[in-house]
């Protein structure tokens, strides 16, 4: 996997297990990011709307796995932006389960396209105050998981961790 050059963003362009973490880069640089599997988005997001609407700061990035129901998919990306944010995705019209992140407007954000066996991932590069970059991964693995599918994504992992950059990993193992 390569992610020493990134690419363009793409264009297509009660929540369960919820975790806020802020992670403090320097004096100035605070990232703060929700991470949730929400097994279906489509029947969860108004609440996601409505708790967001309340949190002060926002949160930077909201990072989401399993956004599309295990048996059907057929909503249009547009239909789940939220407003103050840039919707990022990836696997959406393939069989896997989805992942969905979102970035407030404020932030120039881009997305890297792995070269990888491993699908079911998104990585984001951040850039925070000062010029400050963090690429931040968001990774989904179905407990079905076949081997072959364990090993891509522990390759994923492992070139991931060896990059040259401060990175994040948040997951749904």
């Not at 992610?3 to 100035?28: A, H, M, V, W, Y």
């Not at 896997?96 to 932030?107: E, H, Q």
């Not at 081997?147 to 390759?155: C, F, G, K």
Request: charge should be negative; include cysteine; charged fraction near 25%.
């Amino acid at each position: 996997m390569d992610i020493s050059s990134p690419r363009s963003p793409r264009k297509d362009g009660d929540c369960e297990n919820e975790e806020t973490e802020q992670l403090k880069f320097n004096n100035s640089n605070k990232l703060l990011v929700i991470y949730a599997n929400v097994d279906s988005l489509s029947n969860k997001l108004e609440e996601l709307k409505f708790r967001i609407s309340s949190m002060h700061p926002k949160p930077h990035l909201i990072a989401l796995t399993e956004i599309k129901h295990k048996n059907k998919w057929n909503i249009d990306i547009s239909e789940l932006q939220l407003d103050g944010y840039i919707i990022y995705c990836n696997n959406l019209q393939e069989n896997g389960r989805g992942i969905v992140n979102y970035v407030r407007s404020d932030l120039v954000c881009r997305q890297y396209i792995p070269q990888t066996p491993f699908t079911e991932s998104l990585l984001l590069e951040l850039q925070l105050q000062n010029n400050f970059k963090v690429i931040v991964g968001t990774i989904y693995r179905s407990q079905n998981s076949r081997p072959d599918n364990d090993n891509d994504l522990l390759t994923f992992i492992n070139n991931f961790s060896s990059s040259v950059y401060d990175s994040m990993i948040t997951n749904y193992f």
